[in-house]
């Protein structure tokens, strides 16, 4: 879009932001470039979407400082989060092609906050690119690489390292005269870095990365437009402590098209994924087709953009939920089931008797010989997890005042759970689950 004047008003041209600082905003005409205020009566009354950097708008031009925006342009895409300080929709830029998600391959690297970036991506009508960068602090980066092409449908991923250069002639498709594209991601994963390196020149201040966690500090406090040599557009954006969700309906069907495919293969259409019968969601997690942290993932995200689609809807529904659960503890208060269970039972896993009277204590949540319970406590005793699905032991922690509790994960559904130690446990598979630990420490022994 040019910056020609437009309409019979010689006063009214179009300009395009460049960037944004709270309420003064640079932009960019055939006539100069220079700063510009919106016109209050029209944007206090929001007539108009208050604007962002890649927006075009129509100015008053009043010359280099004094220019007055009169009105935003229609938007071929635009990229916004909720923010969590005042509950409200922000902008983050406008009418851009291409969004670099960007994530260092280092301490940060983080898949569940990449779908959330995803989840925006998709809904902004840009075209999502993953960038893993940093990849010459790392020895290796494999795995990283696919567990984000899994989880990155129908998006490329790309490794490079926007301090030596390596990757970036991938790239190249992507920069075109014609193209815009804006770049996202936490503090300190390189889009300053990158960006310098683009443009040739030392134009973005970097500032180096803490080697406790791999993160830095915000290096930029405001939304920037630059243009390459070639004429690309690249939108710099400040790194987001927080992704919230707003409006990402359609986001959360690209994001995550793999999760939704099971939802027309239940039995029944209505289907909640919990409990009833022929559920294709819960036999693909228990096929281990779908992981439990995919699902929690979406479901996550799924309540928090139901919460903002309809916050009047997902409130009444959250009142009715405490109600029901709160009439179902009345009347399990004096329920000898909300104490630990005490009776014998045959093993489902091993087929070995468990005796109660040989547990040192009246709580026995699993078998004393192979360690593996059932999911079928959402509180201790309570039985009314509707999973049913065995949990094997998987590590051992010791408490406070000593005593040792057991681990357990779901094979079902991968919810975690820890039951305390008895007495007449194995004690070889105790060691052995305490030795597991120690074979695989996150630091050099020694």
Not at 373 to 385: T, Y
Request: charged content about 25%; overall charge neutral; aromatic content about 8%.
């Amino acid at each position: 879009m040019n910056s020609n004047t437009i309409g019979n008003d010689p006063a009214e041209t179009i300009a395009q932001i460049t960037a944004v600082y709270k309420d003064l905003f640079e932009i960019s005409t055939e006539k100069g470039q220079g700063f510009a205020r919106v016109k209050r009566g029209r944007y206090n009354n929001k007539q108009e979407a208050y604007p962002t950097t890649g927006d075009y708008v129509a100015v008053d031009w009043r010359g280099a400082d004094q220019s007055i925006i009169l009105r935003t342009l229609p938007r071929t895409s635009a990229l916004s989060r909720l923010d969590s300080f005042n509950g409200k929709e922000q902008m983050i830029a406008a009418n851009f092609d291409y969004i670099f998600i960007m994530q260092s391959l280092n301490h940060d690297f983080n898949l569940r906050r990449m779908e959330r970036y995803l989840t925006l991506a998709w809904q902004s009508g840009g075209v999502p690119i993953i960038l893993l960068t940093k990849m010459d602090q790392v020895k290796g980066y494999s795995d990283q690489l696919k567990a984000t092409q899994e989880i990155a449908l129908g998006a490329d991923v790309h490794a490079i390292s926007a301090q030596t250069g390596e990757g970036i002639a991938e790239l190249e498709p992507y920069f075109q005269s014609d193209k815009t594209i804006v770049l996202v991601g936490s503090s300190g994963v390189g889009k300053s870095t990158l960006i310098n390196r683009l443009l040739g020149k030392e134009v973005m201040e970097t500032q180096t990365i803490r080697e406790k966690d791999g993160r830095g500090r915000h290096t930029t406090s405001h939304r920037k437009l630059f243009t390459l040599d070639n004429g690309t557009k690249l939108i710099d954006t400040p790194g987001m402590r927080e992704v919230g969700m707003w409006d990402v309906r359609q986001g959360l069907e690209e994001s995550f098209a793999d999760v939704e495919a099971y939802f027309g293969k239940c039995k029944f259409n209505d289907c909640r994924h919990q409990s009833e019968p022929g559920c294709a969601v819960k036999e693909a997690l228990r096929n281990q087709e779908l992981s439990p942290d995919r699902w929690e993932s979406y479901l996550k995200l799924h309540a928090e953009a139901k919460y903002t689609n309809d916050k009047t809807a997902y409130l009444r529904e959250k009142e009715i939920w405490l109600k029901d659960i709160s009439k179902f503890v009345r009347q399990l208060k004096n329920n000898y089931q909300m104490n630990a269970c005490t009776e014998s039972f045959i093993c489902q896993e091993c087929g070995m008797s468990a005796n109660p009277e040989s547990a040192g204590s009246q709580h026995r949540n699993h078998c004393p010989h192979c360690l593996v319970s059932l999911h079928v406590d959402n509180r201790p005793g309570d039985r009314s997890s509707l999973c049913k699905g065995k949990m094997e032991p998987i590590s051992i922690w010791s408490k406070a005042d000593g005593e040792w509790a057991i681990i357990h994960r779901c094979r079902d559904c991968g919810t975690l759970k820890t039951n305390r130690v008895a007495a007449d446990d194995n004690q070889k598979l105790l060691i052995g689950l305490a030795e597991k630990a120690l074979k695989h420490p996150p630091f050099k022994l020694g």
